[in-house]
């Protein structure tokens, strides 16, 4: 099983979506959200609070015929090592809700996703070694660049 994590600057720049939207198009996929408050109906399925519960989910996912997992968590891109994990930068009117924590996430990221362009050539042989759905990924991802910007 692939993991593939979803971290970022700050609230409201899209990361759920873009591990929804990312989950959507591989094959085998789970989503997953780690957050911090609690369970609530405007919540994705899948909603951890507790790190602990969410690592025995994904070793049992690993023994099963899960493909990858796509997780939204800035806290388990700081505890474990993922196969890729993303991190979407602030929106441009958002930069002073920055997290403490936001350099050394984005320091753990194999992609960037803020409002300068990103090229493909940044991402796109990376995602090739983990999946064939690399171009329909690749949209997703300029397409959560361009929502940064708006």
């Not at 609530?40 to 099963?64: I, Q, V, W």
């Not at 996430?105 to 759905?133: F, H």
Request: charged content about 25%; hydrophobic content about 40%.
């Amino acid at each position: 099983m692939k993991l593939w994590i979803v971290c970022g600057a700050c609230r409201h720049v899209g990361k759920t979506y873009l591990a929804q939207r990312i989950a959507a198009v591989l094959p085998d996929s789970w989503c997953a959200k780690l957050g911090r408050h609690p369970l609530s109906e405007d919540k994705p399925p899948n909603y951890f609070t507790d790190l602990d519960l969410l690592l025995a989910r994904l070793e049992e996912l690993r023994s099963g015929d899960t493909a990858h997992a796509v997780v939204e968590s800035n806290r388990l891109a700081r505890s474990v090592s993922a196969d890729l994990c993303i991190y979407i930068g602030p929106r441009a009117d958002e930069s002073e809700k920055i997290r403490d924590d936001a350099g050394r996430l984005r320091e753990l990221a194999d992609i960037t996703i803020e409002t300068d362009a990103i090229s493909p050539d940044d991402w796109q042989d990376l995602i090739a070694t983990l999946t064939d759905q690399t171009q329909e990924i690749g949209r997703i991802i300029q397409q959560q660049q361009a929502y940064l910007t708006t």
